[in-house]
């Protein structure tokens, strides 16, 4: 659970990095996994040979996965995974009789990665706005944000069907046939604090998509590989996607490694079509990193780590609430399993956020970094520009004690910073 500098100092890991390091650090199986493919075979580019790891770890995810999956494309990260399944989006619709298929849909407060067409999908505008002239065109609706957007007396599953109305009122505004897939995170998390949707979101989206043939691509780069407490997050969801996009959790930051998963429809249509998906990335199915990624893999199931992530979520959850649910300034407290968001507010009742000048993110990074400990604060939450929250997504061996630190220390830190504004004030 923690980092050591080159002064000595220690700091407990709270949010794995990013939300990568499920396993922790130093895992000696994962370690030794590396070691004992790269002496074996350290690379082999799949234009010519495949390797036994990429092939195991595929069969490893397909098993987990929906029976309508069949087939895995690794990559070397979150960008790459989502960038490849948008491309895969509209290869489909062109070998299926679709050639007028070519918008993408997406979220507001979205994030699905760097590279310029994930960075087009998603609905971040801090990120977006200095590339805007480079970005492809993407239709963004609002997010399933129930904190932000839920209206007074509204329930939570009418504000659900509400939102999640906008994707059909956009999909006719486009032409009812020009749409080739909608995008979002099961979980949002960056950009927005580990926002789960409300019940029944998912499903009114899965029928849009399917009323109008548009494919629906969950982008669980951050949230999947078990990070909510199950392994694919939209497993609580009661729903099946067209593409899954994986990363983070399924190297736990020992290899860079990502992955698309795609139904077998999907994979047929391409194979009775042209033959090849017309994409590739030079270290795609690389051995070491799949080594690797299967070794955390059996990792988290040989050691059920999935229980661990239920239990340590629900504690987390609660002793969260316990410190910081009655605090004058910390407007919701949010998630599940592992994965949780604390919204920083000015005002409690009105949901007034701090003025964005104020840094208070920051801030917060900074003093819980001074009392040792890493966690993933970001600004921007409600709009891009506006709000703050921190974020919380430490390893699947993480115990009460690794929680009980976390929370006080993140409690300490948030109340330093708060006090040290409101007494300059």
Not at 101 to 108: F, G, S
Not at 187 to 198: E, L, N, S
Not at 215 to 239: H, N, W, Y
């Amino acid at each position: 659970m923690y980092l050591t500098d080159a002064k000595g100092k220690e700091y407990i890991d709270a949010s794995g990095g990013a939300a990568v390091s499920c396993l922790g650090h130093g895992d000696s199986d994962v370690i030794k996994a590396i070691q004992v493919q790269a002496a074996k075979l350290a690379f082999a580019h799949t234009g010519f040979l495949s390797s036994e790891p990429a092939e195991r770890l595929a069969d490893l995810l397909v098993e987990k996965a929906p029976a309508e999956f069949g087939k895995v494309f690794f990559a070397s990260g979150g960008s790459e995974a989502v960038e490849s399944a948008l491309k895969l989006a509209r290869q489909y619709h062109l070998e299926n009789g679709g050639p007028q298929r070519r918008h993408i849909i997406a979220r507001q407060q979205s994030f699905h990665g760097n590279t310029l067409g994930v960075l087009a999908a998603g609905g971040n505008q801090w990120r977006r706005k200095q590339f805007e002239p480079l970005l492809i065109e993407v239709s963004h609706i609002s997010p399933c944000f129930a904190y932000r957007g839920q209206q007074d007396g509204e329930s939570e599953e009418a504000y659900g069907q509400r939102v999640a109305g906008e994707l059909e009122t956009e999909i006719l505004r486009l032409g009812e046939d020009s749409v080739a897939a909608f995008v979002a995170e099961t979980v949002v998390g960056a950009t927005a604090g580990a926002v789960p949707p409300v019940p029944g979101y998912f499903k009114r989206i899965r029928e849009i998509c399917d009323t109008y043939g548009v494919l629906l691509i969950l982008d669980e780069v951050m949230c999947g590989m078990g990070r909510t407490g199950s392994f694919f997050a939209f497993e609580q969801e009661d729903i099946i996607p067209d593409m899954i996009t994986v990363a983070k959790g399924l190297g736990g930051g020992y290899q860079p490694i990502g992955a698309l998963l795609c139904t077998n429809k999907i994979y047929q249509t391409i194979y009775d079509g042209s033959g090849f998906f017309q994409h590739s990335h030079t270290y795609m199915g690389h051995p070491v990193a799949c080594a690797a990624a299967l070794a955390v893999m059996t990792a988290i199931f040989e050691r059920d780590l999935l229980s661990n992530v239920n239990k340590m979520g629900d504690y987390l959850a609660a002793q969260l609430n316990e410190a910081l649910g009655q605090h004058p300034h910390v407007g919701d407290i949010r998630g599940r399993g592992l994965f949780r968001g604390i919204e920083l507010v000015q005002d409690r009742e009105t949901k007034t956020p701090f003025d964005p000048a104020l840094k208070i993110n920051a801030k917060i990074k900074k003093a819980a970094f001074d009392n040792g400990m890493i966690c993933y604060p970001m600004g921007g939450t409600i709009d891009g520009v506006n709000g703050d929250h921190v974020l919380l997504a430490p390893p699947f061996i993480a115990s009460k004690a690794d929680i009980d630190t976390i929370v006080e220390k993140l409690s300490r830190s948030v109340d330093s910073v708060i006090n040290s504004i409101i007494s300059k004030e």
